[in-house]
Structures are given as structure tokens and as C-alpha cells.
């Protein structure tokens, strides 16, 4: 009977961990379009808003790796691929996709017209999406990714 469990079990974990994989290949892609639809969507924002809103998505693309400066001196002592733990939240807060949609919906809706603004949240979110795309995610207290 034993060995028909484990002749069993076997493929019902393969599958599982196969299923695994696919749905991470999707996710993944997922992510990938939207980091292309939100980068195109910021450069087609700056060509027809001018070099402001160029800049400000720039900017915004750039912004959330730039966290680790608030903790640059603890950065020689951490291990290789660990953000200082002081980091972290800020590290974290511009790295949720949540954030800039949440601010995006409340600029369509607001009564502020700033396109430069808008363009920047498309570099925010293309940024996130990038990240994403590519396995990098949000970090644990202690400054590591998360599993």
C-alpha cells in the first residue's frame, strides 16, 4: 500500500510544483506587458506634454531604487543583496503598484490637470512592473527579497 501512495504522490507533486512554474511564467509576463504598456504610455505622455512631463516620468522611473540612499551607511556592512533594514519601508512603499494607481485614480477624477504629473506615475508604475517582471519584489524587515 506504501507504494502505491508514493507511486501516486510523486506526479501529483511534479504537477504541483510544474503548475508552480507556469503560473510564475504568466505572472511574470503579465507584469512584462504592463511595464510596456506604462513605459508607453509615459513616453507618448512626455511627446505630446514636452519635456517636463519627459522629465518628471524619468524621474519617477528612476525614484524608487534610490531609496537605498537613505541608509547609505550602512550599506558596506550588509550582505550581498540586502538592503539596509532602515531602507526597507521606504524601499517598500515606492514598490507597491497600489500606490501610484491609487494616486492615478484620484487624478482623474481631481480637479487637478497636470500632465507631468500623470507621466510620472506611468514611469512609477513601469518601474514597478519592470520589477516585477523581472523576480524583484518586495524586501523582508531584515532588507532581503521576499520568497
Not at 507556469?22 to 511627446?47: N, P
Not at 525614484?63 to 519601508?89: H, I, N, S
Not at 491609487?102 to 520589477?131: E, K, Q, R
Amino acid at each position: 500500500m506504501s507504494t502505491v501512495a508514493t507511486a501516486t504522490a510523486a506526479p501529483v507533486a511534479h504537477a504541483r510544483g510544474r503548475g508552480g512554474r507556469v503560473f510564475t511564467v504568466v505572472r511574470r509576463t503579465a507584469w512584462l506587458a504592463g511595464a510596456l504598456f506604462w513605459s508607453a504610455f509615459s513616453v507618448l505622455e512626455a511627446v505630446n506634454h514636452g519635456w517636463l512631463a519627459g522629465t518628471l516620468a524619468l524621474t519617477f522611473f528612476v525614484l524608487p531604487d534610490l531609496t537605498f540612499l537613505v541608509a547609505l551607511d550602512e550599506a558596506p556592512r550588509m550582505a550581498k543583496g540586502q538592503l539596509p533594514p532602515r531602507a526597507v519601508p521606504y524601499y517598500n512603499a515606492m514598490h507597491r503598484a497600489l500606490v501610484p494607481l491609487a494616486l492615478m485614480a484620484l487624478y482623474t477624477v481631481g480637479p487637478v490637470a497636470v500632465p507631468a504629473l500623470f507621466a510620472a506615475l506611468c514611469g512609477w508604475l513601469a518601474h514597478i512592473s519592470y520589477d516585477r517582471a523581472f523576480g524583484y519584489g518586495l524586501r523582508t524587515k531584515e532588507g532581503f527579497q521576499r520568497g
